[in-house]
Nanobody, 123 residues
């Protein structure tokens, strides 16, 4: 069973930055493609970013492209989401996800989900 634990969320002003981390309790982290989704109050869960098993490929939602960066450290079993130029519309619970197949924008392809971390951007 894979456990994903997110950290780094919090309250930040518009234009500020945050870095989310997700630690995975797995034997071989590089067996998993990783990603981030988010869900704002009253809205559907949406894709944010994904990274392939060895970090060679990344994908971003149009809404965060150029502002967010996903990365991973396989030696530390950790994936990161660096968020910059934050906007109030980025306010949401952010979920770390892991897939044994390939990285994808589709939530259904991810096998494991973390509990989420709240990010709030004040205007």
């Amino acid at each position: 069973q894979v456990q994903l634990v997110e950290s780094g969320g919090g309250l930040v002003q518009t234009g500020g930055s945050l870095r989310l981390s997700c630690a995975a309790s797995v034997r071989t982290f590089s067996n998993y493609a990783m990603g981030w989704f988010r869900q704002a109050p009253g809205k559907d869960r949406e894709f944010v970013a994904a990274i392939s098993k060895f970090g060679g490929s990344t994908t971003y939602a149009d809404s965060v492209k150029g502002r967010f960066t996903i990365s991973r450290e396989n030696a530390k079993n950790t994936v990161y989401l660096q968020m910059s130029s934050l906007k109030p519309e980025d306010t949401a619970v952010y979920y770390c996800v892991a897939a044994t197949s390939v990285s994808s924008v589709a939530p259904g392809l991810y096998d494991y989900w973390g509990q989420g971390t709240q990010v709030t951007v004040s205007s």
